[in-house]
């Protein structure tokens, strides 16, 4: 197996700038990147953003835009100077939609498209009239998404495998619902260790509570770190 290098990307979702400061500064030593999601961006813009940006880590912005073709293509155009390495959209927002999107991200920046959430089952996506096979719609997803332009995707660990065997090797797979040891009971409903995550063939691995919510922030990140160097 190939890890690839530093494929952590720690998730900073909260408000609030000094404690997101605090917290990335702890573990910026032992992960590769930082994901800073609408919640944070909502509250601190541009200038919290680029507060981030000093690190020298990968930024990911998450904001996960689906709209029309025209207000995702301006959407996109007004984050394109903190020239984030990772945007992402909705990949149901369609193939113009992502067409947009990419035609307005600067070169540095991917363009990934979010398959299908990670906290939503099969019987949930049936109550939104939607293909209650997640396999099958995250792959039906993905292909569109991928052929629309979009350089990556997000995609939960059980995803990860089917995604690589239909598009090959070159989309980045960004793959949240990572928990280093398996379940805990929150809104994650498909989820996997970080080891099998990358092993199943995922780019980047995005960690949130774990982490974050952890007793002690930099030891839980050094110690996933580790357990992947090991593997």
């Known amino acids: ?49 680029r507060r981030f940006d000093l690190m020298g880590l990968d930024l990911f912005l998450d904001l996960k835009l689906h709209d029309i073709p025209n207000t995702v293509r301006g959407a996109v155009g007004a984050v394109a100077p903190l020239n984030p390495k990772y945007l992402t959209v909705h990949a149901s927002g369609g193939p113009a939609m ?75 797979l960004i793959v949240p619902g990572i928990r280093p040891e398996g379940p805990t009971g929150d809104d994650q409903k498909r989820v996997m260790t970080p080891i099998d995550a990358v092993a199943a063939g995922a780019s980047k691995l995005v960690i949130g509570r774990p982490i974050t919510a952890a007793d002690d922030p930099e030891k839980a990140a050094r110690t996933i770190a580790e357990s992947l160097k090991a593997s």
């Not at 190939?2 to 720690?10: A, D, G, H, K």
């Not at 800073?36 to 509250?43: M, T, V």
């Open 98 to 172: 992502i067409e947009a999107a990419r035609s307005r991200a600067g070169e540095d920046t991917e363009i990934i498209a979010v398959s299908v959430l990670t906290s939503l089952s099969g019987d949930d996506l049936a109550q939104v009239g939607q293909d209650a096979d997640v396999s099958r719609q995250v792959e039906r997803l993905g292909k569109m998404a991928v052929a629309a332009g979009a350089d990556g995707l997000v995609c939960s660990p059980q995803e990860v495998k089917i995604l690589r065997d239909a598009l090959g090797d070159d989309p980045t």
């Open 1 to 49: 197996m190939t890890i690839p290098l530093n494929p952590i990307f720690v998730a900073i979702d909260t408000p609030d700038l000094a404690h997101g400061i605090a917290l990335a500064e702890r573990v910026r030593s032992h992960v590769g990147g930082i994901k800073l999601g609408l919640e944070f961006y909502l509250r601190n813009g541009a200038a919290g953003f």
